[in-house]
């Protein structure tokens, strides 16, 4: 007795009316009546019609044939099972896998292979490691099937098991593992993975004598994650010794390792000799030179990209338009979109979204409404982009209005846009607006709050002094505090000298990274502030005990096309003559308006007149007056500084804008402050 299979109503069951009807459509024509006249030997002609059942994507029709047939070919079996693979069926598979179990075909090697593929790719990885078990013989294909399906998944540690069991690997074997160890994050050892298949691993390897491309590929590709330029060269001299004949796709890989691990002049020496360039490649070494600042090289590669007849696609400019974006320069930027103006892009597409957001990391919010109007159906991207601008940039009233906006226009807001409208609230101290939206996100929009969102919380609630409630949410989130939660509440308790707290949230942060310089640095200025200068020697003995660093204040300025940069007390730059004679002069003029130094967070217990001295020389305020000194009367200043800008030089700042009459915008690591006739758009809240 053959399994009975549901067959449809209406459904033709007889096998010569199923090829009568397929013969006579015109939509076959490839296929011969002539094989119907006896169907006792129907074999070749039935494995045709299942065939071209699958190719039309009738596969129902196809597995509801298989109740008409005695004996299906092991040909029929791979069809169908191919086919319920391709379109994901995993009802229609497990229906073909139970008439295989209840017919006297015997599954070899090749079947039991198309099954596990099969049940992997449908999602269900029970079912497949079930047919692996009980498969009697097994290939190197097999376990290579089970692995990749795996990994796939981001079932990480079944991958491994399998890989461990093999009593045979072979190069696919390898790149499978190798790849899913890269794709996870877990770079190191997906380069020790590649060690040990170099040295063969203490197992029988067939076919490594040669590491092929995509194992070469993707072990490079690890190398650039760590990134560990000893690592590249290493793989890099074994393609030399070995005489690999390896394709573009792997001196691509090599050129953006280099590259990634700040080696961009070897980076461009392997790029010059990659004969068959596509646009991936063209892609990777240009964004590189533009994030390292080298934007001229950047530009003339550019270029020579589109004079070699490639045209640059959304992911060259994007890549560009984000390097530019992280390094605040705005003129670059705008540089790079009159090239994508000049070849045409889609202002559709995702470097639309890249545009906006380069033009809000740079201040300019009027240019990222400009760029964001010019799309027809902006994507949850180009709003948050949009929205994150104007709240960095203070207009927390027009970001929120923005948000609004978007839902208006059914775009379903993403974790991304959450962090937006919170720091827009927490810009402002509008806190009952954030608490109010952080509780929607899981009560309206149906997403989990990650700890990016409790972060933008936590520091709302601590900059308004609630640190009552910013405790309750901590206590009850699903999820460990991680730094930058901690770092907020750190930074609240240095607003409001909350040094028991601070000390316990300096404490987390000391377990988590020791190595972060802010933490140790924040913790003494709240001592400083308090006048507990033992305990600031304390901070300060930790450090050189651990090792640690501080990262030194540095800001820039762009002038005439030029960045200047500026650290601490620097007397390196040609125009510090001038700057010290006007910031002098300027500061009478500040202290007859009523300026008084703030120095409190000086870190040293020295003479009040020292520290103010010590407070004339951030970098801050050398790239403002440089900006001031270079530039025509009334010529807008913008600043960058890699670190929060301090309380007396923000003081101070708004003092000069005045005096001076100029509009200066200066972004530190936490936002934008547009100084203005004495005011800033922060309102002293920052």
């Known amino acids: ?212 491309k995509f194992t070469l590929s993707s072990v490079v590709a690890a190398a650039a994650a760590v990134p560990s330029l000893l690592s590249g060269k290493e793989i890099h001299g074994h393609i030399v010794r070995m005489g690999l004949d390896v394709d573009s796709a792997v001196w691509s890989a090599l050129s953006d390792m280099y590259a990634k691990c700040g080696n961009i002049d070897e980076a461009r020496r392997i790029f010059d000799r990659i004969v068959d360039r596509d646009v991936v490649t063209w892609t990777a070494i240009v964004d590189r030179y533009f994030e390292d600042g080298r934007w001229r090289e950047g530009f003339t590669l550019l270029s020579d990209m589109i004079k070699s007849g490639i045209k640059p696609n959304e992911f060259t400019f994007s890549g560009v338009l984000n390097a530019c974006a992280h390094q605040a320069v705005e003129n670059v930027g705008k540089q790079v979109h009159g090239h994508m103006i000049r070849i045409g892009f889609d202002p559709d597409s995702f470097a639309a979204s890249a545009l906006v957001h380069m033009y809000s990391k740079c201040g300019n919010v009027k240019s990222a409404r400009k760029a964001f109007e010019l799309v027809s159906n902006p994507d949850v991207a180009s709003w948050t982009s949009l929205i994150a601008g104007c709240a960095q940039n203070g207009q927390a009233e027009e970001a929120l209005k923005l948000f609004e906006l978007m839902l208006q226009s059914e775009i379903r807001p993403d974790h991304v846009t959450f962090v937006s409208v919170l720091s827009a609230c927490t810009h402002t101290g509008m806190v009952e607006t954030g608490i109010k939206y952080f509780h929607s996100i899981n009560d309206v929009h149906g997403l989990t709050p990650i700890a990016e969102h409790y972060a933008c919380l936590i520091d709302l609630l601590s900059r308004a002094g609630r640190f009552k409630e910013a405790e309750d949410y901590i206590s009850k989130m699903p999820m460990k505090p991680d730094k930058f939660l901690w770092a907020s509440l750190l930074g609240g308790c240095r607003i409001h000298k909350n040094l028991e707290l601070a000390e316990r949230a300096a404490e987390a942060l000391f377990r988590i990274e020791p190595e972060n310089a802010a933490t140790y640095t924040t913790l003494a200025n709240i001592y400083a502030t308090a006048g507990r200068w033992v305990e600031v020697a304390k901070v300060r003995k930790m450090m050189d005990d651990r090792g640690v660093v501080k990262k030194p204040g540095m800001s820039w300025i762009e002038v005439k096309r030029r960045v200047h940069r500026f650290l601490v007390g620097d007397t390196s730059h040609p125009s510090y003559d001038q700057i010290h004679d006007f910031l002098r002069e300027v500061s009478k003029k500040m202290r007859e308006e009523g300026y008084v130094p703030d120095t409190n967070f000086v870190l040293h217990d020295v003479e009040e007149e020292q520290k103010e001295e010590n407070l004339s020389y951030h970098s801050e305020k050398l790239a403002v007056v440089f900006g001031i000194i270079s530039t025509s009367h009334g010529t807008p200043i913008k600043v960058y500084k890699n670190l929060r800008t301090c309380v007396d030089c923000h003081t101070a700042i708004k003092f000069i804008s005045t005096i001076t009459d100029r509009k200066i915008v200066v972004r530190d690591s936490n936002r934008f402050h547009c100084f203005e006739g004495g005011r800033c758009s922060c309102n002293d809240y920052w």
């Open 1 to 212: 007795m053959r399994p009975k299979i549901h067959t449809p109503i209406n459904f033709p069951t007889s096998i010569p009316s199923i090829f009568r009807q397929l013969s006579s459509s015109s939509s076959s024509p490839y296929y011969s009546p002539a094989k119907t006249h006896h169907i006792e030997n129907y074999t070749t002609s039935f494995d045709d019609t299942i065939n071209k059942l699958c190719h039309q994507k009738r596969l129902k029709e196809a597995v509801n044939l298989l109740d008409g047939v005695k004996n299906p070919s092991a040909t029929t079996y791979s069809t169908l099972l191919q086919s319920c693979l391709q379109q994901r069926a995993l009802e229609e598979g497990r229906r073909v896998h139970l008439h295989i179990k209840h017919s006297n075909f015997i599954p070899g090697i090749v079947i039991s292979n198309r099954l596990i593929n099969m049940y992997l790719k449908c999602g269900s990885l029970g079912d497949a490691q079930k047919v692996f078990d009980e498969m009697t013989m097994r290939d190197v294909c097999s376990w290579n099937i089970l692995i990749n399906g795996y990994a796939k998944v981001g079932k990480l540690e079944l991958a491994r098991k399998v890989f461990d069991e093999m009593p045979e690997r072979d190069g696919f074997s390898w790149t499978a593992i190798i790849s899913c160890y890269v794709q996870h994050g877990r770079s190191k050892e997906a380069l020790g993975l590649f060690r040990a298949m170099r040295s063969g691993g203490g197992l029988e390897c067939s076919g490594l004598m040669q590491s092929n």
